[in-house]
């Protein structure tokens, strides 16, 4: 459950008058059912830090490096250890097929690494789509005895700048950067045959979110990819696979589902993708990868 957003007062900080006048006036900051958009100077490190940082949260977070995907754990953990909720108890759960190949990786105090063996498949698909089921067996399994929050997301990625408990929330998604700018939401990569589960009509939907970044409170992340993977099954049995596998049925369970805090693409862009001016921080991207060279076919 949410805890109480308390000042710790053993630490002093000082920090800038908060105004509702004054701001960024160049971005959009709250969704129509009011949950913020996190963009830089939306939020004050400090204010934020002091307050979180003295619940003694902990934050598991999955990743999934199966194939060959496995060269990418170094540099996401390299980089997530210097810039990913820093100073909080962080549990990685890294899923794979190929546990004998996983980097050595030098974990700060507080963090710890759980590796959690899958099958290999053949199918990228399915790797992707599968992960749903996965998350929902390590939170019931482990993430649910020991965690508050947890994060879902890609391994082929890099974190670039602060990504801390400003992003944390009661159900998090992330605006996908491909889609953030003018598309209209007709034009969303949305499953668009109603035979899916994941169908979402013509007309209809938020935002495209971006299926390399979820989370929020452990019990709402179950509950999620729950849903989701009930209704992955569902399509397999009718022989239908969503448009973009398990981001499909994540679109469309957020649609239902309002996010209570959306993060803006600062916390998921895609390096091929030139910067816009709107992005002031950099904070966490999807690596240039060669398809033909990670993927199993
Ligand atoms: C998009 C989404 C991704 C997922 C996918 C669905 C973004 C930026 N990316 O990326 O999250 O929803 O579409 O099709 O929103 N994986 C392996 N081994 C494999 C293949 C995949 O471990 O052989 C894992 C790995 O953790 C990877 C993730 O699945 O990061 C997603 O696969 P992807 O990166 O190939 O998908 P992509 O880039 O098309």
Redesign the pocket.
């Known amino acids: 459950t949410s805890k109480i957003w308390a000042m710790d007062t053993t630490q002093k900080v000082s920090y800038k008058q908060p105004s509702v006048l004054k701001g960024r006036t160049d971005i959009v900051t709250v969704t129509p059912w009011l949950a913020p958009i996190v963009w830089e100077g939306t939020f004050d490190p400090q204010v934020i830090d002091n307050i979180f940082k003295n619940l003694k949260l902990t934050v598991a977070t999955t990743?999934?490096?199966?194939?060959k995907?496995v060269k990418f754990l170094q540099d996401f953990f390299d980089t997530a250890e210097k810039h990913f909720m820093v100073d909080f108890n962080v549990h990685y759960y890294v899923f794979t097929d190929r546990p004998a190949d996983m980097p050595l990786t030098n974990l700060k105090p507080g963090r710890r690494l759980t590796v959690i063996p899958v099958p290999t498949l053949d199918r990228?698909?399915e790797?992707?789509a599968r992960?749903m089921a996965y998350i929902r067996d390590a939170i019931v399994q482990n993430i649910s005895k020991e965690a508050d929050y947890v994060f879902c997301l890609?391994?082929?990625s890099k974190f670039h700048a602060r990504f801390g408990a400003e992003a944390l929330g009661d159900l998090v998604a992330v605006i996908?950067p491909g889609y953030y700018e003018k598309t209209h939401r007709d034009q969303f990569p949305y499953e668009r045959r109603p035979d899916s589960t994941a169908y979402i009509p013509l007309g209809q939907g938020d935002f495209y979110y971006?299926?390399?970044l979820f989370g929020g409170l452990v019990g709402n992340v179950l509950n999620l990819s729950t849903e989701c993977d009930v209704r992955f099954q569902e399509d397999a049995k009718n022989k239908i696979e969503a448009a973009?596998?398990?981001?499909s049925h994540l679109n469309r369970y957020l649609f239902l589902n309002k996010p209570t805090k959306v993060l803006s693409s600062e916390y998921?862009w895609?390096d091929f993708k030139a910067r816009t001016k709107e992005v002031k921080v950099l904070r966490f991207s999807?690596v240039i990868k060669n398809y033909g060279e990670?993927?199993?076919n």
């Open positions: 990743v999934f490096a199966v194939g995907y990228w698909q790797i992707s992960r890609d391994v082929d996908h971006g299926g390399a973009w596998q398990e981001e998921l895609q999807g990670v993927r199993p």
